[in-house]
């Protein structure tokens, strides 16, 4: 449908509209969310163009397109690059809706989470704390949003090798999805699949290989078989049958991964090269 709806926009209203713009956007994040970055770039890089010439880069639309292409840009692997636009956006947002605004706090958010993927921990808890302080003040303590934040200061104690803290505070955010989003939730499943990886730091291989399987099935039927996420499930349930001296298994599971990110991200996205390691 969001298709129809830009080929009917870009017809009447012509290509640099702001409505022909908006759905530029929402068919980059729709490609975003199927795991088709290529494809979500390309789009999200005509929507901030068009945006940036036609309402100005302060606008929130524009900040909006900034912080879009930055997220596509790290599941790409493109961490530096990523990170300098949600610099961008959060210092635009900062200014332009002031430092409690949802999404001054979102930016804050995604600029905590560049930083983690570049071994910026330190910083990245910072502001991953001041991102849960300010949701929780703002949209309340069992907001999708917030919960996020909580399983992202999960994520940076685990970098920092604060394993019992991290399984706490991911057990904590998995609940609270369960309750809020239900079992099935993309966002459930990642604290499903985050707390599988704690388990396993932590050489509790049988209940991390549940919280795999759990994770696993639940991507499959969510997301389909070839989403990133449901790759990453596979080759986190290899590592996890390796350690449990699973040869056999495990060598499969890392072989579907493998070439199922050859094939959706391809060969030299560190995710792909992740799986090629480790086979």
Not at 94 to 105: A, N, Q
Not at 142 to 161: K, R, V
Not at 256 to 261: D, H
Request: glycine share 8%; hydrophobic share 30%; proline share 5%.
């Amino acid at each position: 449908m969001n298709r129809r709806a830009l080929e009917g926009y870009e017809k009447v209203l012509g290509p640099d509209h702001p409505s022909t713009l908006t759905s530029v956007n929402i068919r980059a994040r729709l490609l975003e969310i199927q795991g088709k970055y290529d494809e979500s770039e390309m789009m999200n890089r005509r929507a901030l163009e068009g945006r940036d010439k036609v309402l100005g880069p302060d606008h929130p639309d524009t900040l909006t397109s900034l912080s879009s292409l930055a997220i596509t840009l790290e599941s790409q692997g493109k961490f530096a690059e990523s990170e300098t636009m949600k610099r961008r956006a959060f210092e635009g947002r900062e200014r332009v809706l002031g430092p409690d605004h949802p999404d001054t706090l979102s930016s804050l958010n995604n600029l905590a989470i560049a930083l983690q993927y570049q071994g910026k921990y330190g910083e990245s808890q910072t502001m991953h704390q001041r991102a849960l302080e300010g949701r929780e003040k703002v949209l309340g303590p069992d907001h999708p949003d917030t919960l996020s934040s909580l399983n992202n200061i999960a994520i940076a104690l685990h970098y920092q090798g604060k394993y019992g803290e991290s399984e706490t505070m991911l057990q904590r955010t998995l609940e609270r999805r369960e309750n809020v989003l239900g079992p099935d939730h993309p966002y459930t499943l990642t604290s499903l699949s985050n707390l599988a990886v704690m388990l396993e730091y932590q050489g509790k291989y049988g209940e991390s290989a549940t919280m795999d399987r759990r994770a696993l099935e639940g991507r499959e039927k969510v997301l389909g078989l070839d989403h990133p996420d449901t790759l990453t499930s596979l080759n986190n349930l290899a590592i996890t049958l390796r350690y449990q001296e699973k040869y056999d298994e495990s060598e499969t599971m890392y072989r579907r991964a493998l070439e199922g990110r050859d094939k959706v991200l391809g060969p030299d996205h560190p995710d792909t090269l992740s799986s090629l390691r480790d086979l």
